[in-house]
């Protein structure tokens, strides 16, 4: 017998459409019938459509923007069409809007699942947290399944959230084995080692603590800071004010992603928040080292001293200090790069995580 999902995801780019295009590959592979609803960025002709569409998903475009307005009434009733139309056997909202937006305007639980990926609660989002923390609180009852994709953020919902026992599943983030794909020239022309930023130029990743720490010391080799966002002028304005442009260069992302990073010989994620963010279990799967900031569930994937480092967020000079002792010590990097790819292959690979998930929505199906 067939079954149908149907996945609802508002970001139209970061860790979420990522994980939601794995998922779908996937279940297609397994024989399901996947849909994505999605926000207007998935419209036709949008790069977000293509790769939803090319991991076999069959995609509806929402009225649905990150911030409270009208169009949310219109996207509820554009969901609550689809799933009179189409009877989904599962329906898996992704990130806090389309999990609010879900969960309100579909009265039968049952079939709901809901993966924070990362609650905006817990992001450094100042005086908005009281508020999303209110949202998720009251909205909890009509939560089928929480799916928490790390462990740290398990024992968050736990803590902060009355009730949150009785509908959590921990399923860890995971990714697909590397593809062997000709790494970008630009990438492979640079002086080596190549120290590699591969994320949103947003304040949650911190692009600038990188650039502030190359300030700091001086690396050997070269950092590459690949992607883009709100955040990227200001970025090459740092790199220039500082005088660093023969070791700091900004590239655009252009996909798949090992075509980053396989270029690269570490990676770099400064981040302030997380829950078990995609680019470090990808850099990962590519047997690269990773050094990152302690926060959220990174550590789960990071072991400090064996696939990478881990350092304290916000703090530019242990950022430098463990950046310069990596790179400079090619033997290492080589060693922590092979563990790094075989703890990814153990214990984060795209088919465990879908097999857990699967768990998940057979417990749905059933209730």
């Not at 794995?22 to 036709?44: I, M, N």
């Not at 989002?125 to 009852?141: C, D, H, I, T």
């Not at 242990?318 to 990814?344: C, N």
Request: some cysteine; glycine content about 8%; overall charge neutral.
């Amino acid at each position: 017998m067939s079954r149908r999902i149907l996945h609802v995801l508002e970001p139209p780019d970061g860790g979420a459409p990522q994980h939601v295009i794995h998922v779908a590959t996937e279940l297609t592979a397994r024989g399901w019938e996947v849909e994505v609803a999605a926000s207007d960025a998935a419209g036709p002709g949008s790069a977000q459509r293509a790769r939803l569409e090319a991991a076999g998903a069959r995609v509806h475009a929402l009225p649905m923007t990150p911030v409270a307005g009208v169009g949310d009434l219109k996207a509820a009733a554009r969901l609550r069409a689809l799933d009179k139309a189409h009877r989904y056997d599962v329906i898996h909202a992704h990130s806090s809007k389309a999990g609010a937006l879900v969960r309100a305007a579909l009265p039968d639980r049952r079939r709901i699942v809901y993966t924070p990926h990362c609650f905006a609660f817990l992001a450094g989002l100042g005086p908005l947290r009281a508020a999303y923390w209110a949202v998720e609180q009251a909205l909890l009852p009509r939560t089928g399944a929480l799916v928490a994709c790390s462990r740290w953020e398990a024992r968050e919902s736990r803590s902060r959230l009355v009730g949150a026992h009785r509908v959590l599943r921990v399923v860890q983030n995971g990714v697909p084995a590397a593809h062997p794909t000709e790494p970008d020239p630009r990438l492979t022309a640079l002086p080596k080692p190549v120290i590699g930023f591969l994320a949103r130029l947003e304040p949650q990743k911190d692009p600038l603590r990188l650039v502030e720490a190359a300030a700091r010391q001086p690396f050997p080799g070269t950092v590459a800071i690949v992607g883009s966002g709100e955040l990227e002028a200001e970025v090459r304005e740092a790199i220039a004010a500082r005088g660093l442009q023969d070791r700091v260069v900004q590239l655009p992302f252009v996909p798949p992603v090992e075509r980053h990073l396989l270029g690269f010989d570490l990676l770099v994620l400064p981040s302030l928040w997380e829950s078990l963010p995609l680019a470090i279990l990808e850099a990962m799967a590519c047997g690269l080292p990773v050094i990152a900031t302690d926060v959220g569930g990174v550590e789960e994937a990071v072991a400090d001293g064996v696939t990478g480092r881990l350092v304290p967020p916000g703090d530019a000079d242990a950022l430098a200090a463990a950046i310069v002792a990596l790179a400079g010590d090619p033997e290492a990097l080589r060693a922590m790069g092979r563990r790094a790819r075989a703890r990814a292959d153990e214990h984060f690979s795209l088919a465990r995580m879908v097999d857990e998930l699967e768990a998940v929505y057979a417990e749905r199906m059933g209730a």
